[in-house]
């Protein structure tokens, strides 16, 4: 059984979701709150759900904050990043904050539900344009040559790959590999991004950047 | 009945491996890493207004704790190489280079026209005389005496003992002293003389000059055979004999309390009461040779060093150990002397260490010691210091330990011990209550007798003969064994309580998961991190013989001044709490759960997650120092203004403004406020170091912002900034407009109406009526959408089904349309890159599932080249438009998608292999729209179908 949770402070949106996520089988959506603050108190008390979907614009702390905050804590929740916009910059610091994946808000629920389950199966969405900034991102990070957190060459094949506009059929075609490898290998992309991030908030501090 | 079984062990002759202890102090580094611009450090002075200047082999650096700023030759420096910085008299920073002398205001690099002749100089010195001469010492010309617009030469040929001189001082007869590498020269009423070894000079070859700040006839000398004072009739000397660290001294520095540092080639030593204390690598330096040291108002010693960059010395009030000094496990839990005034240090699966005459012995599980897992210590007035442990209670008592046997005492998990004034002990368990031990029997407290929890974590007896018990339930009073339990309710800020205490005066205090409580008679009163506790859970709270309470959380140690804290004063008040971090000199910034102990010589022991910190209150003089608040930046919607009193136009109104202070001892522990005239009615409290006003309202405003440091002490300065935002004289009709926009919801009215806005910034009004139409109409239109797929999870009839999958469907596809809208006029996303990602965006969702084969030509464009917001919407949504057609109505499986540049026009090109679809539809009304788009972007476009239908499409890439 997932547990999945949600923050979003429109409420309509955040029934509906919450709702019919509900229904499905094999899923199950016992919290859905307005603010971080409200999803951090249930955390500490509550059994911790396997994904949550967060909304980025929030009353109180906003939502890439929050991501930051929850993945410090429980670094084994999944976290979805819902957006209005297809807004690159946002999705890319949101990315950086420790999300798995991003979905647009009008995105159909039935998708939504596959998102989730793709993401349990250990899939992640990656675009050309955040490849491109996937890309950027580690290249600025080159000179610091920490060799956990870059990307390795097969991994760089792959964002090439998206920036090129390929499909996930096509990569996987064009390395001969398969296209759960080909999401594997985004998820762990995702995640030295954030390992990364949080590299680069400590040098800065270090630095006294922040 | 009770058997007595104890297992004795004379221990004295079972402890482990000697180990030389060597501690560390708190020196922090910056070097290249922290963004020095080099490591070799010849020269540090403060200037007066707190900048620290480093004078490296490779550019000159000004530092405020936080940034340096560079000055390298491009920045108009005669050499990048430095020697030497100097603050003159009138505030001048003079900086001595391999190639000459300049100076620096404001930071300007500027050249004295008269001292052209020195640039074939190396200058190692520089000096100011009591008169108002510089004085430039060189490195193989002598010295040069710059005064009244003249310049005089002195040289071996005038008397100087050297031509390299070294250093330059004064003392207050009047006389000038050159310290050279041939002997020690005067310059007094005009005369030139030198003393030599045969003078009673430890060696010729002198370093630094330093005149002894109490007595400022005394000189003191650095040379390179040891340190030397000169009374003005004789040089007595102190040698390594005498415990100098290194013969070879490099420079000295007079710090405010009297102590004299010297820098030398093997460390460094500090002078005091005629007798050395020495600090090198071992100690935490980051280097052996030392080229210069210097003391800052803060009391803290920078040290500047060969390869090692500036090593700052916070100070002697902490002294470290962890494994690499010598501990067998770096989680100390508890500290307690014995009998013999030994100080003993529990670790959690160390076992025990004991130190006496600076060496650890250890006592481990394999000498006898029931469990490595200690807990706690605790000397009792029997003299036997007690342990508990995970795995059961011992004692040592005239160097034998004594375990407690399973029948003996059955409890494990001892947490605390202590001595009833009737005699007896309480014992804290974690799994099994309290527990009173009489030497033969114990009694067990649980809550079945009306505990309130059975994990306890210590216990205090107060005055009146009651039992105070710290559990995870809260705080418990025993008295005649009956409980009363104090809870949230009764003011405990957490029921998770791990620490208590009986104060001086007989307060009871507490530590919890959420900050440290006292005891009011009726309530407990709460001091958390929300008062200023550096973090939220409090692992230990200790009183040492001063009354001061130690406080040991998560993230530091607090320093609490009770009497300060409820001080009506408010400067004092923001005194009372001072936070001591691993920034200054603390091993480690996590506590351990009542790992804190005073020991015979008030000294103070904080146990921690890295190992354990000795903190001496008396060299502890806090930070006394206010730090000097400075605006850094001031930046109206993304553009930096530096003028006074800036006039902004009315969208500037996304003001950010960075501030930062200048502070050595703890620069990240400063908290600032800062208030927007008009805006702000109070203070805001931050640590951040930015403050940001989005949308500020047009008017005059005044941006005031103050610092305090980690011991409470606030800046005397206020640094402001002000500016005035001019009013938008469109706001009215801007406000109808967007209202009446809105209400149609027509985005079609500022397509055509445009000509109409022409005279406004367009772009910015267009980004906020779709921003606001995409948030308001895109929300609600979601949330149909969402409803229509809810609605078909249901069961329904088909026809019924379908029309809701229409409903959702028209209602994103009006989403994304706004979403293309929104994205094409944003500002932000304006280079070639941003435009080519997204038409592979799209590509990628429209004609992916339609199995095309899509190949890309954007080789030869520049992705970072910016192209204008009106090219890039209208070149988008032709773009779109051709994608649409190619989905709708093409009967190809190839598309080629092309752009090319040259910086001001471009060309781009969609090409589809379909052979359908020619004819009526394509000439409708797309194309219409497509060449109405280009004329728009001032562009043309052509359309041809040979061999496929292909768009190409012609522009500029700049707005005329």
């Known amino acids: 059984m997932a547990i999945v949770g949600i923050v979003e402070d429109n409420k309509k949106i955040r029934d509906l979701i919450q709702r019919y996520l509900d229904m499905q089988e094999g899923m199950q959506c016992p919290v859905a709150t307005d603010t971080v603050e409200e999803m951090l108190e249930f955390l500490e008390e509550h059994q911790h759900p396997d994904v949550l979907l967060m909304d980025i614009q929030l009353p109180g702390m906003s939502g890439i904050k929050g991501m930051e905050v929850i993945k410090s804590k429980y670094p084994d929740i999944d976290i979805i990043m819902l957006t209005v916009y297809h807004d690159s910059h946002k999705i890319f610091d949101s990315l950086k904050a420790g999300a798995s994946g991003y979905l647009l808000k009008h995105t159909s629920l039935p998708e939504i539900k596959e998102s989730i389950e793709n993401l349990l199966k250990g899939g992640a969405p990656m675009s050309p344009q955040i490849a491109r900034k996937v890309i950027t991102h580690f290249n600025d990070q080159a000179p610091k040559k920490n060799e956990n957190s870059m990307l390795t060459s097969r991994e760089q094949d792959i964002v090439n790959g998206l920036v090129d506009g390929l499909s996930y059929k096509m990569i996987a075609d064009r390395f001969d590999i398969s296209i759960d490898t080909v999401r594997a290998h985004i998820r762990n992309i995702y995640k030295k991004l954030h390992v990364n991030s949080k590299a680069e908030v400590i040098a800065k501090s270090l630095r006294g950047e922040i | 009945m009770l058997m007595k079984y104890y297992f004795i062990l004379i221990i004295l002759t079972l402890l482990g491996f000697d180990s030389l202890m060597a501690q560390t102090f708190p020196f922090r580094t910056y070097s290249i890493e922290q963004g020095l611009s080099e490591s070799v450090v010849h020269d540090i002075i403060q200037d007066s207004d707190g900048y620290m200047w480093m004078a490296t082999g490779f550019g000159l650096n000004k530092f405020d704790g936080l940034e340096f700023k560079y000055f390298y030759e491009e920045d108009g420096l005669l050499s990048s190489q430095t020697e030497t910085v100097f603050e003159a008299s009138d505030g001048k920073i003079w900086v001595g280079t391999l190639n000459g002398a300049q100076y620096i205001v404001d930071d300007s690099v500027y050249n004295d026209p008269n001292l052209e002749s020195l640039n074939v100089q190396t200058v190692i010195n520089i000096y100011e005389d009591s008169e108002g001469g510089m004085w430039f010492a060189t490195e193989s010309n002598g010295v040069w005496h710059y005064i009244n ?14 031509n390299q001189v070294r250093d330059i001082s004064e003392t207050a007869d009047g006389a000038i002293w050159f310290a050279t590498r041939d002997g020690l020269t005067q310059l007094k009423n005009g005369n030139f003389n030198s003393f030599y070894t045969q003078d009673g000079l430890p060696e010729n070859r002198i370093r630094d ?21 000169f009374d003005g009739n004789t040089f007595t000397n ?23 540092w010297l820098a030398t080639e093997g460390g460094v030593s500090r002078f005091r009461n005629g007798s050395f204390f020495n600090l090198s690598s071992e100690e935490g330096l980051n280097a052996e040779i030392v080229y210069t040291a210097i003391a800052d108002r803060e009391g803290n010693i920078w040290f500047g060093t060969f390869g090692g960059g500036a090593s700052l010395f916070l100070g002697s009030y902490f002294e470290n150990y962890d494994t690499d000094s010598g501990l067998s496990n770096n989680l100390v839990t508890s500290m307690a002397e014995d009998a013999s005034g030994t100080l003993w240090i529990a670790t959690y699966g160390g076992g025990l260490i004991s130190r006496k005459n600076g060496v650890f012995e250890y006592l481990y599980s ?31 008592e005239n160097g034998n330990l004594i375990n407690l046997d399973e029948e003996t005492f059955p409890f494990r998990k001892v947490r605390g011990i202590t001595e009833s004034e009737k005699g007896g002990y309480w014992i804290s368990t974690y799994d099994d209550g309290l527990v009173r031990w009489d030497e033969n029997e114990y009694t067990q407290f649980t809550t079945e007798q009306g505990l309130p929890d059975n994990t306890v974590l210590a216990s205090v007896e107060s005055d009146d003969g009651s039992l105070w018990i710290a559990t995870y339930g809260g705080v ?15 003011g405990v800020p957490n029921i998770g309580v791990m620490d208590i205490l009986k104060d001086a005066d007989g307060t009871i205090w507490i530590s919890t998961f959420n900050g440290v409580a006292w005891f009011d008679g009726v309530q407990f009163v709460d001091i958390t991190f929300e008062d200023g506790l550096p973090g939220r859970v409090g692992y230990f709270i200790e009183q040492d013989s001063n009354g001061i309470f130690w406080i040991g959380t998560n993230n530091g140690i607090a320093r609490l001044d009770i009497d300060k804290y409820y001080s009506s004063d408010p400067t004092v008040r923001d005194e009372a709490i001072q936070i001591l971090q691993s920034e200054q000199g603390l091993i480690a910034n996590e506590a351990n759960l009542g790992a804190v102990y005073e020991d015979s010589n008030q000294h103070l022991w904080f146990g921690t997650v890295d190992g354990v910190s000795k903190f001496y209150p008396e060299e502890y003089r806090g930070n006394q120092i206010p730090p000097r608040a400075k605006i850094t930046d001031f930046r109206a919607s993304g ?3 530096t003028n006074v009193n800036a006039v902004l136009e009315y969208d500037r109104d996304f003001i950010q403004i960075d501030f930062s202070a200048i502070n050595f001892t703890a620069p990240n522990l400063v908290t600032y406020r800062y208030r927007m005239s008009n805006i702000d009615p109070e203070w805001q409290y931050t640590t951040e170091r930015t403050a940001r006003y989005p949308s500020l309202p047009s008017g005059s405003y005044k941006f005031e912002v103050q610092a305090q440091n980690s011991s409470g002490v606030w800046s005397y300065n206020t640094a402001n900034v002000q500016f005035t935002l001019k009013p938008p004289f469109w706001f009215t009709w801007w406000f109808l407009t967007l209202i009446i926009s809105a209400i149609a919801g027509i985005l079609y009215l500022f397509y055509r109406n445009n000509q109409y806005m022409k005279m406004v910034d367009i772009e910015r009004m267009r980004v906020r009526i779709a921003s606001d139409l995409h948030d308001d109409v895109g929300a609600s239109l979601t949330e149909v959408a969402l409803q229509s797929d809810f609605l078909q999870a249901s069961s329904m009839d088909s026809e019924f089904k379908q029309s809701l999958t229409q409903i959702g469907q028209q209602c994103r596809k009006i989403v994304t349309s706004l979403d293309d809208i929104v994205w094409s006029i944003d500002a932000r996303n304006d280079t070639l890159g941003d435009l080519t990602d997204r038409m592979q965006d799209y590509i990628l969702n429209v004609l992916e599932p339609l199995q095309f084969e899509v190949t890309y030509n954007f080789e030869e464009l520049k992705m970072e080249e910016r192209i204008p917001v009106p090219v890039k919407e209208n070149l988008y949504l032709i773009f779109k438009e051709a994608i649409n057609n190619i989905a709708k109505y093409s009967n190809g499986n190839k598309v080629d998608v092309g752009m090319q540049s040259n910086g001001t026009s471009f060309s781009f090109v969609i090409h589809d292999n379909g052979t359908s679809g020619k004819g009526a539809k394509k000439t409708g009304q797309g194309l219409r729209n497509m060449q109405m788009r280009a004329q728009r972007m001032n562009g043309s476009v052509e359309i041809t179908d040979q061999d496929g239908f292909r768009i190409e499409l012609k522009g500029k890439l700049t707005l005329n």
């Not at chain 2, 617009?149 to 050297?162: F, S, V």
């Not at chain 2, 004999?241 to 009297?258: P, T």
């Not at chain 2, 418990?476 to 009764?490: H, I, K, L, Q």
């Open chain 2, 366 to 396: 394999q000498q006898g010691l029931l469990d490595n897992r200690v807990y706690t210590l605790f000397t009792d007035s029997k003299k036997r210091t007690w342990i508990g442990m995970r795995d059961g209670l011992s004692y040592m």
């Open chain 2, 149 to 162: 617009n003249r310049i005089e030469i002195y040289t071996t040929n005038n008397g100087l003992a050297g």
């Open chain 2, 209 to 229: 000059l330093e005149p002894d700040p109490r007595n400022e006839q005394i000189l003191w000398i650095a040379t390179r055979n040891g340190l030397s004072r």
């Open chain 2, 238 to 260: 102190y040698s390594t004999d005498d415990g100098l660290i290194n013969a070879r001294v490099r420079d000295l520095a007079w710090q405010e309390n009297g102590d004299l």
């Open chain 2, 476 to 490: 418990a009073r025993m008295e005649d064994a009956s409980f009363e339990v104090y809870g949230v309710n009764e």
């Open chain 2, 639 to 641: 553009r930096s203004y």
